[in-house]
């Protein structure tokens, strides 16, 4: 017999609560809520892992990313990069 998955995750609709931290956020952060909910906006970001930039960790564990041609996907949001 075949099986179903089941992915167990956090109940739905979350409570009034779980939004606590948005009364705390600046115009930018509440754009940047609104943005990364975008469906459009994530199949861009998707379509730019193609585009992967070269990285490289440094020593103290943080990774330096170098790019080399501006991203045009990202500008038609008038971002520099996708996150």
Known sequence: MHRVGHFVGPSWPPTLEAYN???TLSRSDWAW???RRNA???DEAR???LDI???TRLESG???TRMHEPS???EAWALRSFR
């Open 33 to 35: 809520e609104g943005l």
């Open 62 to 64: 943080a990774t330096f």
């Open 21 to 23: 931290y948005m009364r």
């Open 40 to 42: 459009a906006y994530q």
């Open 72 to 74: 045009p996907r990202a």
């Open 47 to 49: 379509a730019h892992l």
């Open 53 to 55: 930039p070269i990285s």
